[in-house]
């Protein structure tokens, strides 16, 4: 994959990643947001991965790969859960670049994710719209 | 939530926002954006101090709708949603919700809602719908 963000493709394969979050992952995760909901829901976390934590943690694979500078903006999210995942279970995301474009100064990029469980049972579908500072990297 | 109708509130959800948190979120997710952690590089872009991550924000949607729907928004929800303004430390959002239509079909139905991520001041930082789907 080329690193310089003119230059990238639609269709283009941003990164293919397999993780695992596990419970002191979660804990850490929902510690960050104070998300009561396990508490209120009897455990739902202690056994599956808060939905928006794959969604977050997903990201993150996309965000590494494609270098993405500082000043970066999330401008819009679509996600679709199809299945919950279990805490500790190993999933796989395959990041795409589905749209790039310049408006004025920046750089608007849009990557379709897709996760699944080493069963290929799909967990999350995520499409993340970003816009980077045109001058960077270009 | 029982006998749910069209233009229901959903229960809310109602977040402080400290740069411990801001910080706590960077390490969770693996983003560290220095617009978020960064003072100085903060200070010189175009919000001017530091600035919440659109998820950790979007995340108090996620957690209305686990209150609400329980597990069937973590196994058939659907989001989309713009994020509109930044949201600073130390500011409170509030996360709403409105059923705006309800799709029956004969063994299932589909709840569609409108969702907002507000400041107290009323300013919309998220707007979007959210949508679950209900086994009958």
């Known amino acids: 994959m080329t690193d310089r963000y003119s230059n990238l493709k639609t269709g283009t394969e941003i990164s293919k990643e397999f993780f695992v979050i596990d419970k002191d992952q979660v804990n850490d995760y929902l510690k960050a947001l104070d998300d009561s909901s396990e508490d209120k829901l009897l455990n739902l976390y202690t056994q599956f991965i808060p939905p928006m934590c794959i969604a977050a943690l997903s990201l993150r694979g996309v965000i590494i790969k494609l270098k993405i500078p500082g000043g970066t903006i999330h401008t819009a999210q679509e996600i679709e859960f199809k299945n919950s995942a279990i805490v500790g279970e190993g999933l796989y995301c395959k990041a795409n670049l589905i749209l790039n474009s310049i408006r004025v100064d920046w750089r608007f990029l849009t990557i379709q994710m897709n996760v699944t469980d080493q069963n290929e049972k799909p967990i999350m579908l995520g499409k993340s719209s970003i816009m980077l500072p045109h001058y960077y990297n270009d | ?136």
Not at chain 2, 4 to 33: H, V
Not at chain 2, 95 to 107: F, L, Q, R, V, Y
Not at chain 2, 125 to 130: L, Q
């Open chain 2, 1 to 136: 939530m029982t006998d749910m109708k069209e233009k229901d509130q959903l229960i809310r959800i109602q977040k402080l926002i400290t740069k411990e948190k801001i910080l706590q979120y960077a390490n969770a997710s693996g983003d560290f954006n220095p617009i978020h952690i960064n003072n100085d590089f903060a200070k010189k872009s175009q919000f001017g101090q530091i600035i919440a991550h659109g998820m950790m924000i979007a995340a108090s949607i996620s957690e209305m709708m686990t209150e609400n729907f329980k597990h069937d928004w973590i196994e058939s929800g659907k989001l989309k949603m713009k994020f509109k303004s930044p949201v600073f430390h130390n500011e409170k959002i509030i996360a709403s919700g409105e059923i705006t239509k309800i799709k029956n079909s004969e063994t299932k139905r589909e709840i569609i809602n409108s969702v907002f991520v507000k400041k107290e001041s009323g300013e919309i930082v998220i707007s979007g719908t959210a949508s679950v789907i209900q086994n009958k």
